[in-house]
């Protein structure tokens, strides 16, 4: 099986504003729920859930239990 690509360069408005989203309370709980990020970003349900299948797709987000949270990351900040 290969590594999905990450290319943040590929991310649409709407998927930075969801992985976003994701972010914080991930870091902070491990994982957000779909209502949560429906409220949070403003979006309807619909644009949230097709934004979240190709975060998922591409490996930056991955779901947890009955939520989502940070994919691996696979870039580093250099010194």
């Known amino acids: 099986m290969t590594e999905p690509e990450h290319d943040v ?6 998927d930075i504003h969801v992985y976003e989203a994701i972010a914080g309370p991930a870091v902070e709980h491990g994982s957000v729920g779909l209502g949560e990020l429906v409220h ?6 619909e644009e949230v859930r097709e934004s979240l299948e190709r975060l998922i ?14 994919g691996p990351h696979t870039f580093e900040v250099e010194r």
């Open 57 to 70: 797709r591409q490996g930056h987000v991955r779901r947890i239990r009955d939520g989502f949270g940070l």
């Open 40 to 45: 949070s970003t403003g979006l309807p349900d």
């Open 9 to 14: 360069q590929a991310l649409s408005d709407v």
